[in-house]
């Protein structure tokens, strides 16, 4: 008999395309390491979970499940009107931790609504890549050979982030990407309308909630997430 407080059960999914993922044999000896499921087209990786529900208790979920030490960022304080629409983890449950995402939802005068999507991942995940559109799984591609877009604040780093192309999409123009690295991990901001991108400001804080607590209760929770 469930209760309303169980977790809803979640199907695991490959981190780089939509395909329930199978759960490989406990002995099985697998690269990459730290594998335990497989997707029929990408292979060996480790799961995907989305939010069953987005909501207060989802998160606290989330964040126990990601507790090693894998941080999980949130603009920070969030703008009045702002909402978290989504999370999700690769791994966590029953494999180090590989990638957190967070999205958050709220409207500018000029854009009007607005989604944020963060995503902080070990190379080779290929979140974030997904979330942006992109066939490849790292942002490579024009990182570091120009002067970065913007600087966001983690913790006590000043992160640049550099745009990534999305030009090779096919007509699709409605977001902005940029990416770089925190940590030894990628970050990746996806930010829909593109035209959203300039309220990225270098004082735009993001921070790390894996260790806040009671006060992420104050959050608002819900509402429709963006597509990815
Ligand atoms: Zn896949």
């Given at each position: 008999?469930?209760?309303?407080?169980d977790?809803?059960?979640?199907?695991p999914e490959c981190?780089?395309c939509?395909?329930p993922?199978a759960?490989?044999a406990?002995?099985?000896?697998?690269e990459?390491?730290g594998?335990?499921?497989?997707c029929?087209?990408h292979g060996?990786?480790r799961a995907?979970?989305r939010a069953?529900?987005?909501?207060?208790?989802?998160?606290?979920?989330?964040?126990?499940?990601?507790a090693d030490?894998?941080?999980?960022?949130?603009?920070w304080?969030?703008?009045p009107g702002?909402?978290v629409?989504?999370?999700a983890?690769?791994?966590?449950a029953?494999a180090p931790?590989?990638?957190?995402?967070?999205?958050?939802?709220?409207?500018?005068?000029?854009?009007?609504p607005?989604?944020l999507?963060?995503?902080?991942e070990e190379?080779?995940?290929?979140?974030?890549?997904?979330?942006?559109?992109l066939?490849?799984?790292?942002?490579?591609?024009?990182l570091g050979a120009?002067?970065?877009?913007?600087?966001?604040r983690v913790?006590?780093?000043?992160?640049?982030?550099w745009p990534v192309?999305?030009a090779?999409l096919?007509?699709?123009?409605?977001?902005?990407?940029?990416?770089?690295e925190?940590g030894?991990?990628w970050?990746?901001l996806?930010?829909?309308p593109?035209?959203a991108?300039?309220l990225?400001?270098?004082d735009w804080?993001?921070?790390d909630?894996?260790?806040?607590?009671p006060?992420?209760?104050?959050?608002?929770?819900?509402?429709p997430?963006?597509?990815w």
């Open positions: 008999m469930s209760s309303p407080s977790p809803v059960p979640v199907t981190p780089r939509s395909a993922v759960r490989l406990s002995d099985a000896v697998v990459p390491r594998a335990t499921h497989a029929p087209e060996a990786t995907l979970r069953p529900e987005v909501s207060y208790d989802g998160f606290a979920r989330h964040l126990l499940a990601t030490a894998f941080p999980t960022l949130l603009p304080p969030l703008s702002w909402r629409t989504d999370f983890s690769v791994g966590g029953d931790t590989a990638a957190t995402l967070t999205s958050v939802a709220g409207s500018s005068q000029l854009d009007g607005v989604d999507t963060v995503v902080v190379p080779g995940t290929g979140l974030g890549a997904r979330c942006a559109g066939g490849h799984t790292d942002p490579w591609r024009g120009h002067a970065p877009l913007v600087r966001v913790g006590r780093s000043s992160v640049p982030l192309s999305t090779a096919d007509g699709d123009l409605d977001r902005s990407v940029v990416a770089g925190a030894g991990r970050l990746w996806v930010v829909r593109a035209s991108i300039l990225l400001r270098d804080i993001l921070r909630v894996s260790g806040v607590g006060p992420l209760v104050e959050l608002p929770f819900g509402g997430g963006p597509r």
